[in-house]
């Protein structure tokens, strides 16, 4: 009983702060209300019996959050919210298009019939996790490793700014325009 | 509590994410609705492993999920740190190149 109430408690809290992401005006009550919206899912993950998973969505969205609140202030015309502005686009479209979406997938989840459970849960599945990452799963835990890997080289190589060697801009076949020219001349 | 109801939150948020993605036009609030999909997406994975499949590699998806979600952010972030830097643009609208 305590577990279903909580689930509902959870459940439509998250949806509640998942609309409100598009619906408030101050950037960082938006960012907020997404944080509030991810914490609740962590919590129905942890109902589920992924406590470890479910600390981790917790720990990391705290963190993505408050990074992404940052550019959000900077990226932002009205940060702050104090002049409300739309900064939609086909807003009817979007919101047919997303009940259509949901009246599809709410639909196929009661049609289809669902396979019964295949095995028993683990008593402990943070070890079992562990296990699968370290034993059979090592290749999975290698990719998402360099994933990772290219991932912060790219988004260096894309935010920073380009210096004194990016002589040549977009354009490499014209000549790069030098305020004193080097080389030998040839 | 069953796994209907956990896979309605997920269509939910989904939607609702689908909703912010294709309605905004500030690339960042975009970002915001491709969180909420990927969050919908981690509600319907866990759900899978507990009423489903309750084996580890369930959870190894729910790892590579919100590892999908971190590099979407600081990739998008990136290109909208590479894209306002090389021509002032921060909203969808103005970044429709590949449309035209």
């Known amino acids: ?186 | 509590m069953n796994l209907e109801l956990f896979l309605l939150l997920g269509s939910g948020l989904l939607a609702i994410g689908l909703y912010g993605a294709l309605s905004q036009q500030s690339v960042v609030m975009l970002m915001m609705g491709l969180e909420l999909m990927f969050n919908g997406l981690i509600v319907a994975a866990a759900a899978f492993w507990y009423y489903v499949a309750p084996v580890a590699e369930g959870q190894v998806l729910i790892v590579v999920l919100m590892v999908v979600m971190a590099v979407e952010m600081a990739v998008g972030f990136a290109v909208v740190t590479a894209i306002f830097r090389a021509r002032d643009v921060d909203m969808t609208d103005m970044a429709a190149d590949l449309r035209e």
């Not at chain 1, 298009?97 to 639909?107: E, K, M, P, Q, R």
């Not at chain 1, 260096?156 to 977009?170: E, N």
Request: glycine fraction near 8%; aromatic fraction near 10%.
């Open chain 1, 1 to 186: 009983m305590l577990t279903a109430v909580l689930f509902w408690l959870f459940g439509v809290s998250a949806v509640v702060f998942g609309f409100l992401v598009f619906r408030l005006d101050s950037m960082a009550r938006v960012t907020f209300a997404l944080l509030a919206s991810f914490v609740f899912v962590a919590c129905e993950v942890l109902l589920l019996g992924l406590s470890y998973l479910g600390v981790v969505i917790v720990l990391m969205m705290v963190m993505e959050m408050v990074i992404m609140a940052v550019f959000m202030i900077m990226y932002m015309m009205n940060p702050a919210g104090l002049m409300p502005m739309a900064m939609y686009h086909n807003k009817p479209g979007a919101m047919s298009v997303s009940l259509g979406t949901f009246v599809v997938l709410a639909t196929g989840t009661f049609l289809v019939d669902w396979p019964e459970s295949r095995g028993s849960r683990p008593s402990d599945t943070t070890k079992a996790l562990g296990e699968s990452l370290m034993g059979p799963q090592m290749l999975t835990m290698m990719v998402l490793g360099l994933v990772l890997f290219a991932t912060i080289v790219a988004t260096v190589v894309l935010a920073t700014h380009r210096g004194r060697y990016d002589r040549f801009g977009d354009d490499l076949r014209a000549r790069p325009d030098d305020p004193v020219p080097g080389g030998v001349r040839r």
